[in-house]
């Protein structure tokens, strides 16, 4: 592939809730459930992402994002699950679906979130990434991405081919993608079904229909259990049965089939190739267990907040409310990053010149699980709590995050800062530090930009651990 797999749309958290039910609730004859376990994942356009990042694929998301604990949640398990988010600004909540589960059946599904917010203009690191993609994927969940205006005309521009996953509440399929891929339900709603006529006949009256409406090269019909009906060119419809049963739970299994096909068009395939692929990796996914069984291990949660002097402004409520006051204001974030394992005048220094830089700082701060990874199981020498407590009694702090992973890449991708600022000596001890800032290519994606400023010499956390006799300098 000469490029990254693009995986372009509408990311939602979805969350499964497991539990029991032993009893009804005494003021109205409904089931109550005990809750057992829960588990959070990327859904929508982010499902279908993490699928393809499965497969050793180099992914890329473009979605959008927005400043609430949903939107934090979902840039951590996104990049677990080794996926590039490009983020656009989400006016609004995160929208999230919650199924409600007791022995394997889904009770009842709550959402929430509201109504769609306007996804924001995307950069030109994303209109770039598109152009230069081995495939796209347009996985559209009817809540804006796929209508934006700049996105389509990159999309109609792409030499790349274009996979369409369509919504009935989503826009048509920009003109000559390559493969159109909705369920039966979704081409009924989009083509009305004539009387009496037969299910493989309405399948195949409804593709033909979306081929001829939307310039599509192709477009395949799925069938659930029995596979998927492919149109094309000519008049007569290739018919594509599953493999063997393919019994279980099938949610997510619409978003492994675009994916699996997105992929094999990214490596040559031919159209008819992909859709076998497709309803082969579809059948097997319903088969072994589904979405609970096809997702990496669960991360865990982002601090919403931490408690004790100071805690109002650490943690993903805290850093959420900020952000929208600052963007609501037209303002300036800025942002930094380390362990601060001890607060020194060098760190001090470096705090209040980020400051200066715009209208509010926000420190990421490793947690303690990311310092043991970093730096060895001696460290850190004071907990995540005590450091972002620290950090946010300063007066140049406003607010405090603390992440999990080895690098800030998925606190950046949903704090978005518009600049992202380090200590002089970060990368060499002095000269141009700024060109080898590891997280330049990422503040990239959205037109952030990375400075550095300048740091007091002789100040180090280790030298200082080393002279306290704390630990032997390594």
């Given amino acids: 592939m000469r490029g990254p797999v693009v995986v372009l749309g509408d990311t939602l958290l979805d969350r499964d809730v497991e539990g029991v039910v032993n009893r009804l609730c005494p003021d109205s004859p409904v089931p109550v459930l005990d809750e057992t376990a829960a588990s959070d994942r990327p859904g929508g356009a982010g499902l279908a992402a993490v699928f393809a990042a499965a497969q050793g694929a180099e992914v890329v998301l473009v979605t959008a994002l927005a400043d609430d604990a949903g939107g934090a949640r979902l840039s ?142 192709a477009v395949a019909v799925t069938l659930g259990g029995d596979g998927a009906l492919l149109c094309h060119a000519g008049s007569t419809p290739l018919v594509v049965p599953t493999p063997g049963s393919a019994e279980g739970d099938t949610c997510g299994a619409g978003d492994r089939f675009a994916a699996a096909a997105s992929l094999a068009l990214a490596q040559g395939a031919l159209v008819s190739e992909a859709v076998q692929a497709a309803v082969a990796e579809a059948s097997a996914y319903v088969a072994g267990g589904g979405v609970a069984a096809a997702l990496p291990p669960p991360v865990r949660p982002t601090p919403t907040s931490v408690a004790g002097p100071g805690g109002d402004r650490v943690g993903v409520a805290a850093v959420a409310t900020l952000l929208g006051e600052v963007r609501a204001a037209g303002g300036t974030v800025v942002a930094t990053g380390g362990c601060f394992d001890l607060l020194h005048a060098g760190h001090v220094a470096t705090l209040q010149a980020a400051r200066q830089l715009g209208d509010c700082l926000i420190v990421c701060v490793n947690s303690d699980d990311s310092v043991a990874g970093l730096k060895g199981p001696d460290r850190p020498v004071m907990s995540e709590g005590d450091r972002s407590r620290l950090l946010a009694a300063l007066s140049c702090v406003d607010a405090v995050l603390i992440f999990d992973e080895p690098t800030p890449d998925a606190a950046l991708s949903w704090v978005r800062p518009d600049i992202w600022v380090k200590g002089g000596d970060y990368a060499t001890g002095g000269g141009d530090a700024a060109a080898a800032l590891p997280e330049a290519e990422v503040l990239r994606r959205w037109g952030g930009n990375t400075v550095v400023v300048p740091y007091l010499d002789g100040r180090s956390t280790t030298d200082l651990i080393v002279r306290s006799g704390g630990e032997r300098t390594r």
Avoid: M
């Avoid at 589960?101 to 690191?125: C, I, K, T, W």
């Fill in 76 to 217: 951590a398990l996104l990049a677990a699950a080794g996926v590039q988010v490009y983020p656009l600004a989400l006016s609004g909540a995160t929208p999230e679906k919650i199924r409600l589960r007791a022995r394997g059946r889904v009770l009842l599904r709550h959402d929430r979130g509201g109504a769609s917010g306007e996804p924001g203009q995307p950069s030109d690191e994303v209109l770039r990434v598109i152009a230069g993609a081995s495939a796209v994927l347009v996985s559209d969940y009817g809540r804006g991405v796929a209508r934006q205006p700049a996105l389509r005309a990159a999309l109609s521009a792409t030499r790349a081919p274009v996979v369409w996953d369509p919504h009935p509440r989503g826009p048509a399929a920009v003109p000559g993608v390559h493969l159109a891929t909705p369920n039966e339900s979704e081409v009924r709603e989009l083509v009305p079904a004539l009387p009496g006529a037969s299910r493989l006949a309405t399948a195949s009256r409804g593709a033909q229909g979306l081929r001829r409406r939307w310039r599509a090269g």
